[in-house]
């Protein structure tokens, strides 16, 4: 059974920091690219960050210098350092892992920017 396990998700005031974190599991086939979506209320989901094993990271324009993803093959967990948050950045994150066989969804995790 394939499993997302996301935490790390919060209040915090603007200028703040929080760490996201994503464990997969059961995935049997090769995963290719780990990544972090966001929802705000009312918009379409966008890609925040994501990352090819071995690869360079893409990144929103809007987060660049502020987010940081990165990954643990080993553990199959991607990560997503987020300082000096704004209030825009408040959204429900998830995260995303690509396999050879399909894309696999966190159930999401709600990060709130307070002023």
């Known amino acids: 059974q394939v499993q997302l396990v996301e935490s790390g998700g919060g209040l915090v005031q603007a200028g703040g920091s929080l760490r996201l974190s994503c464990a997969a599991s059961?995935?049997?086939?090769?995963?290719?690219?780990m990544g972090w979506y966001r929802q705000a209320p009312g918009k379409e989901r966008t890609l925040v960050a994501a990352?090819?094993?071995?690869?360079?990271?893409n990144y929103l324009d809007s987060v660049k210098g502020r987010f940081t993803i990165s990954r643990d093959n080993a553990k199959n967990t991607v990560y997503l350092q987020m300082d000096n948050l704004k209030l825009e950045d408040t959204a429900v994150y998830y995260c995303?892992?690509?396999?050879?066989?399909?894309?696999?969804w966190g159930q999401g995790t709600r990060v709130t920017v307070s002023s």
């Open positions: 995303s892992v690509a396999a050879s066989d399909r894309t696999y």
């Open positions: 059961g995935i049997s086939f090769g995963i290719r690219t």
């Open positions: 990352i090819i094993s071995g690869g360079r990271p």
